[in-house]
């Protein structure tokens, strides 16, 4: 099992940035994916940015592509997410997860088995 927990997050205007941390312990040796999702009310979970431990591929979602960073420091075993130009629709609840079962992009919850707590995010227009 991997432990996540997350910090950052919180309040901040449009057009504005904001740096979500996910430090990882436990089993990460068996992590091959980390994905960050958001769940916005009333909405399902949804995955906006991945990233593939072995060869270091990633995924965007078309929402925050170009406005969004996913980063991993090794020796910390923390993954970032650096939000840039945020927008008020970017406003929801941020969980990073950890893909243990396969060494493949997931892109939906079910392939992610560890989650972190969660994070608020608000951005006031």
């Known amino acids: 099992q991997v432990q996540l927990v997350q910090s950052g997050g919180g309040l901040v205007q449009a057009g504005g940035s904001l740096r979500l941390s996910c430090a990882a312990s436990g089993r990460t040796f068996s992590v091959y994916v980390m994905g960050w999702f958001r769940q916005a009310p009333g909405k399902e979970r949804e995955l906006i940015t991945a990233?593939?431990?072995?060869?270091?591929?990633?995924y965007y979602a078309d929402s925050v592509k170009g406005r969004f960073t996913i980063s991993r420091d090794n020796a910390k075993n923390t993954v970032y997410l650096q939000m840039n130009r945020l927008k008020s629709e970017d406003t929801a609840v941020y969980y990073c997860?950890?893909?243990?079962?396969?060494?493949?992009?997931?892109?939906?919850?079910?392939?992610?088995?560890?989650w972190g707590q969660g994070t608020q995010v608000t951005v006031t227009s």
């Open positions: 990233i593939r431990y072995n060869g270091g591929s990633t």
């Open positions: 997860a950890a893909r243990t079962s396969f060494d493949t992009m997931s892109y939906a919850p079910p392939g992610y088995g560890d």
